[in-house]
Structures are given as C-alpha cells and as structure tokens.
C-alpha cells in the first residue's frame, strides 16, 4: 500500500513557475513508475510526465503539450516526486494527481490532487 500527497499548486499568471511535490508513504525506488496526471474541467485526465525505475537506471517521457515546459524528478531519500512547470499557459489550469504503480500492469496508487491555475 502506497499514500500518496500533493502540495505546491496555486494560482499563477501565464508564463510563470510552479513546483508541485508528490511524498510517497513508502521507498518510492522499489515502485515500477511514478507519474504525474491532469485532469482540466470538461476534460479526460491525461497523464503529462512519468519516471520509470530500473536497476539500470530509469526512463522518463513527457506528453507532447508539456515537453519542453515540464521536469519531473525525485529524491530517493525523501521518497518524493517532483514536477518542474515552467512557461505556464492558460491551457495548463488542472487538478494535478500524482501516481505510482509497483509492477508493470500491477496495482496503482493516487494521491486526492492538488489544484494549478494559470491566468491573467
């Protein structure tokens, strides 16, 4: 079992910053992925960053209408995600949910989101 917390959204003007964090109640180096998804009102929840662990090392992708803006990172020793949101737009405004999965296909986890608005 896995909690998982949201902090850092806010209200913020069109190309602006944001640091969102996601503290997982476990070792999030033993959980297969941690992503971070939006959902915008009206609108599907999308999945717009995710880290992928191996033993190797680890894989992380971007949706396409964040790539370039967005980061998303970790810090092993605090068990906790990030998500860098630079050059915000309108089109941003979300409830942004963190996730982590402990094997491919296996059992997900969410956190209850935190809010992002983006306006002038």
């Known amino acids: 079992q896995v909690q998982l917390v949201e902090s850092g959204g806010g209200s913020v003007q069109p190309g602006g910053s944001l640091r969102l964090s996601c503290v997982a109640s476990?070792?999030?180096?033993?959980?297969?992925?941690m992503s971070w998804y939006r959902q915008a009102p009206g609108k599907q929840r999308e999945r717009v960053a995710y880290?992928?662990?191996?033993?190797?090392?680890?894989?992380?992708n971007y949706a396409d209408s964040v790539k370039g803006r967005f980061t998303i990172s970790r810090d092993n020793t605090k068990n906790t995600v990030y998500l860098q949101m630079n050059s915000l737009k309108p089109e941003d405004t979300a409830v942004y949910y963190c996730?982590?999965?402990?094997?491919?296909?296996?059992?997900?986890?969410w956190g209850k989101g935190t809010l992002v608005t983006v306006s002038s």
């Open positions: 476990r070792s999030i180096s033993e959980l297969y992925a």
């Open positions: 996730n982590a999965m402990n094997e491919p296909g296996g059992m997900e986890y």
């Open positions: 880290n992928l662990v191996f033993t190797s090392g680890s894989a992380t």
